[in-house]
């Protein structure tokens, strides 16, 4: 019962899940429609990339890569726009959950050991961003994304397309805003971190390019999928048992969540309403309620209108601490080491808020001029 209790406060957001997918099907009973529900190729591209990156952390990886990436910088403002940039970086590569999961534990480590922890629920909130806004221009760096690039069968480049923009603008003000709120301190790092890299190391760095490789569909996915596992088995089978599952159950519970939703009349004929009018605001508003993953999932089933639902569920990211899955991972990780939780929380909302009405004005702008 311990057990329960502790994996529940520990995921939350799955809790909720899976709560309101019971709740749902209430309403629908269950029967064969519920296994249209799943899509099985973003299921399985979001395992497939999950193994690995689990691989590569273990192998150190990260460690190593941050610990000569920081070296390299003596004075505390720019240790803070490294931090960023280097989520940014790493959110290219990786999912926006896991790019945290790697990087906050180590900023929380340069950050006590240089005596700078009247920074770390900035710094915190500035990656937690970064990770929201960077993962957004590639099909794999959102989990929202992996699923409307599948979903919608959108080319690669019109995806990347569809979102640069909004992505560059968010970037640079990333970038320049520790420059004007954050003194250049000097400093001096010492970081408790691995030196040198996993003997399987070039093995996951081959198979997280073959991950990419399924997601982009060059590779069969199911064909990928079972070359992964059967190689992340023989290298490493504890990353099996360590890597997220509990996302993969968050997708499948807002998956039978947003299937059932849409089979309720009511319900779907508010929605139809409010896509007919705007489906930019519609998501925007949604993701505030309900976060990213869930709005995609369930407003994918009322529109065609896949560029609005895209940018919608991205840069609603921004805004409330409910917004993203992201963001409850950045809350939990401030929470181990700080009380204040209050002030936390208020500082996320406006610096968060203040970045999607900078978007909001430009989306605004760039259509009226």
């Known amino acids: 019962m311990l057990n329960i209790k502790k994996w529940i406060q520990g995921n939350i ?30 299921l399985v591209c979001l395992t497939c990339v999950l193994a690995v990156v689990q691989c590569l952390k273990d192998s150190y990886f990260f460690d190593v890569i941050a610990k000569k990436f ?33 990087l906050l534990p180590l900023t929380f480590i340069i950050l006590k050991s240089t005596n700078n922890m009247k920074y770390y ?15 957004m221009i590639t099909p794999h760096g959102n989990p929202q994304n992996l699923y409307l ?6 080319p690669t480049l019109e995806f990347i397309q569809i979102l640069l923009p909004h992505f560059l603008i968010i970037i640079f003000l990333l970038v320049c805003l520790p420059f004007l709120i954050i003194k250049k301190e000097p400093i001096e790092l010492s970081i408790n971190a691995k030196n040198k890299f996993d003997k399987n ?12 490789l399924i997601i982009f569909r060059i590779v069969p996915y199911i064909l990928g999928f079972i070359i992964v596992m059967i190689s992340v088995y023989i290298l490493n089978k ?30 779907s004929n508010i929605l139809q309403s409010l896509i007919n009018k705007s489906e930019l605001i519609t998501g925007i508003i949604s993701c505030q309620f309900i976060s990213n993953v869930p709005t995609a999932i369930l407003l994918s089933k009322f529109t065609a209108d896949y560029k609005s639902l895209v940018i919608a569920s991205n840069i609603g990211s921004l805004g ?14 401030y929470m181990k080491h700080e009380k204040n939780v209050f002030n936390y929380i208020i500082k996320f909302t406006l610096i968060s808020l203040s970045f999607l009405i900078i978007i909001l004005l430009y989306i605004y702008l760039s259509k009226t001029l």
């Open 238 to 267: 504890k990353a099996l048992i360590k890597m997220d599952w509990d996302l993969i159950l968050t997708f499948c519970a807002f998956f039978v969540f947003s299937g059932n939703i849409s089979r309720i009349p009511g319900i």
């Open 121 to 135: 629920g900035l710094t915190l909130i500035l990656q937690n961003i970064a990770a929201n806004m960077s993962g």
């Open 13 to 42: 957001i799955t809790t909720i899940a899976i709560v309101l997918a019971i709740i749902t099907c209430l309403f629908v009973p269950i029967d064969y429609n519920y296994i249209n529900y799943f899509d099985l190729k973003t």
């Open 70 to 102: 920081v070296s390299l910088f003596k004075d505390i403002r720019s240790i803070i726009v490294a931090l960023i940039i280097l989520t940014i970086i790493c959110d290219l590569f990786l999912a926006n959950d896991m790019s945290l999961i790697t």
């Open 201 to 212: 190391i070039y093995a996951y760095i081959i198979l997280f390019i073959f991950s990419l």
């Open 149 to 154: 690039y599948s979903y919608y069968n959108i």
């Open 320 to 333: 409330t601490l409910i917004s993203s899955l992201a963001s409850l991972i950045t809350l939990k990780e």
